[in-house]
């Protein structure tokens, strides 16, 4: 094969890399060490639990956390996508295999009896089990089950917020106590940060400017995943075009085929919130103001006025999607476009 031109690591781009540095993340990397820390001292940690949108780094989050932990302390630890092993049996397969070294006949044995392999592994030994996309479970029963075994923590991940909400009571009560740590979206430059370290580890020096990473991170709407794959897509291009650099026109061509997982949310929003976007697209402004240019915008459009409780409300909503940025408040409130 002909000596890349282009990619130095393609790993660096797949799914399952866990980058050896996170960015812009302090505050989260913080709450799940916290919570966790109790391991340390033979107590048993608060269960944790994850909300964010696609593309926020939950899941490289989480496992890059529990991959650090496991350096310092023994726990036993296993990772379970519910979407990809959406049975309960497969979930606890999973668990049990990856919580015990010897092998586990996998035909005729029963929930139960995988429930108790569990169980007879975390005799003396904490576990860690990181549920994602738990809202994907088709059987709520196991995660009962998991909550009941005093031995285990567990982090669960959901891209809907209120995921919780549609469980039974009972569940919900016994994660009452759980940590809820949130994930928002990215800011612009927080995924050129993000998308220059993958340059740096992926690809041959000099192949891609901070201009074009730019370009890439604006057009990734808060979701790192996004940034990387266009990344990744326009540097293969390249290497299958053998340029010698990644071009603005393969970066231009790469941008739509990596699809929109923002798009969903824009759907959603009323004319009003439509209207406030636009507005904070060009600049960021403080309430008043953006109140003001709102009532005038709308008048034109032959939209009804809105009280000011309801702006506040329309706020507060964007703010909760992830689309707007408030810092200060009361009157000073300034709202910017995520
Ligand atoms: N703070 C970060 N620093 C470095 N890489 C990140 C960060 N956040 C996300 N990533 C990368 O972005 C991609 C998406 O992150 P992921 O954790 O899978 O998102 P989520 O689980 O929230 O959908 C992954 O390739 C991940 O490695
Ligand atoms: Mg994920």
Redesign the pocket.
């Known amino acids: 094969m002909e000596e890349p031109k282009i990619i130095k690591n393609p790993e660096v781009f797949e799914?399952y890399?866990?980058?050896t540095?996170?960015?812009?993340?302090e505050d989260q990397l913080m709450g799940i060490r916290n919570d966790l820390k109790p391991l340390l001292s033979g107590k048993k940690p608060r269960n944790i639990v994850l909300y964010?949108?696609?593309?926020?780094?939950?899941?490289?989050?989480a496992k890059y956390v529990v991959d650090e932990l496991r350096k310092e302390f023994p726990a036993l630890y296993a990772y379970v996508n519910c979407w990809k092993e959406e049975s309960g049996f497969k979930i606890l397969y999973n668990i049990s295999k990856n919580f015990s070294s010897s092998f586990i006949q996998r035909k005729g044995i029963s929930k139960d009896e995988l429930l108790d392999i569990i169980e007879r592994k975390i005799q003396g030994i904490q576990g860690i089990v990181i549920l994602?996309e738990f809202d994907k479970l088709s059987d709520e029963r196991i995660l009962y089950d998991l909550l009941s075994l005093s031995g285990i923590t567990l982090i669960l991940?959901s891209?809907k917020p209120n995921a919780l909400q549609w469980f039974d009571p009972r569940i919900r009560s016994r994660l009452s106590s759980a940590d809820i740590i949130d994930?928002p979206l990215?800011k612009t430059e927080?995924i050129l940060d993000?998308l220059k370290?993958r340059r740096e580890w992926g690809l041959i020096p000099g192949t891609v400017t901070v201009s074009q990473l730019e370009r890439i991170a604006g057009a990734s709407e808060g979701d790192?995943?996004k940034?990387?794959e266009i990344l990744r897509i326009a540097s293969i291009e390249a290497e299958n075009r053998d340029l010698d650099k990644i071009t603005d026109d393969v970066i231009e061509k790469s941008i739509p085929k990596v699809p929109d997982t923002q798009k969903h949310k824009l759907d959603a929003l009323n004319p009003y919130q439509k209207l406030i976007l636009k507005v904070l697209n060009s600049k960021p402004m403080d309430s008043g103001n953006l109140f003001s240019e709102l009532q005038s915008l709308s008048e034109k459009q032959g939209l009804e006025r809105i009280v000011d409780r309801t702006f506040r409300k329309y706020m507060e909503r964007l703010v909760n999607l992830g689309l707007v940025r408030a810092s200060g408040k009361g009157r000073w409130r300034k709202y910017s476009k995520s």
Not at 52 to 61: A, D, F, N, S
């Open positions: 799914e890399f866990i980058p540095r996170i960015l812009h993340r964010g949108y696609p593309g926020t780094g939950k899941t490289c989050i994602d991940i891209n994930f990215y927080e993000i370290d790192a995943r940034g990387i």
